[in-house]
């Protein structure tokens, strides 16, 4: 009787499932690393077609909705600026916080006066 394999026919061997997460984690990174500009870039293409709209198409419709698209997407822009930098600083100060309060505990462990 011949054995039956309990794989399908058709299943990935399990290294190439598990290259194919890291490529798609990888790809999902670099999206997260750029999406503060790919939104800028969006909010643009808005501003753009908005102006556009009001002056030469003579779209009043879609020159607004294009208009609250726009400053929705500058908006998001300065948010996902303002929480990069508040991450950086959280970092590096717990970083140094904790730098020194290690160097403190070390002092007081040996006993050595403070220079």
Known sequence: MPETDS???NSLPST????????????LIKIGR????????????SMTI???SFTLWNSITGGIVNLI???AGFIFFA???RRR????????HSKNRTYRDIKAAEGRKVG???T
């Not at 790919?38 to 643009?44: D, T």
């Not at 930098?85 to 590096?92: D, P």
């Open 50 to 52: 908005s102006v556009l």
């Open 16 to 27: 190439a499932q598990i290259e194919g997460v890291i490529t798609i984690l990888t790809f």
């Open 112 to 114: 050595a006066k403070p």
């Open 69 to 71: 698209l726009a400053i």
């Open 7 to 9: 794989r399908s026919s």
């Open 85 to 92: 930098k508040i991450h950086r600083y959280n970092y590096l």
């Open 79 to 81: 948010q996902l600026i």
């Open 34 to 45: 750029y999406l503060p500009w790919i939104v800028l870039a969006f909010a643009g293409v």
